[in-house]
């Protein structure tokens, strides 16, 4: 019976690995390793595990599930600083949360916006009221907006 080759391994440098082991930047609370999706644009893929925590975040303001809690958007934004998405946001005061216009260079508009979802799962809250915990599945889609 013949097996399939196995998989090379990838090396990964002991830098490399500090890295993808630190906690978040300015971390002030409980972090989770998630593991973060971008799809629906001209960008598509898993980025991997990050760790992410609640903090302030685009313009200085908090974001925080009940107030300590990492979120789908801390997620992206550590896996924005570390994998370099070009994720652009900013805090909306009608709705008191933040809101994604860009993801590495997939434009949210009058016809599509970004989505967040934990476990396969749409969020009803924003972005910062939806809290994630260790090895939740987070994805950000860019899709048709609804009324």
């Known amino acids: ?9 990838a090396l990964v440098p002991a830098a490399g690995l500090v890295l ?3 906690p978040p930047a300015a971390a002030d609370g409980p972090v989770a390793p998630v593991r973060v999706a971008v799809t629906g644009g001209a960008f598509t893929g898993s980025v991997g595990i ?3 925590a609640a903090r302030s ?3 200085g303001f908090r974001c925080a599930a009940d107030g300590v809690r990492p979120t789908p958007l801390t997620a992206l934004a550590d896996a924005d600083r570390r994998y370099h998405l070009g994720v652009r946001a900013h805090w ?4 008191g949360d933040f809101v994604v216009t860009e ?3 997939d434009a949210a ?4 916006k970004w989505n967040a979802y934990v476990n396969e799962k749409k969020i009803t809250t924003g972005p910062c009221g939806t809290a994630v915990k260790d090895h939740d599945k987070v994805r950000w889609t860019l899709e048709a907006a609804t009324s």
């Open 20 to 22: 993808a082991l630190a």
């Open 1 to 9: 019976m013949r097996c399939a080759p196995a998989r090379r391994a």
């Open 109 to 112: 508009d009058g016809d599509k």
């Open 103 to 105: 993801i590495r260079g």
């Open 57 to 59: 975040l685009y313009g």
């Open 50 to 52: 990050v760790r992410t």
């Open 92 to 95: 909306d005061e009608a709705t």
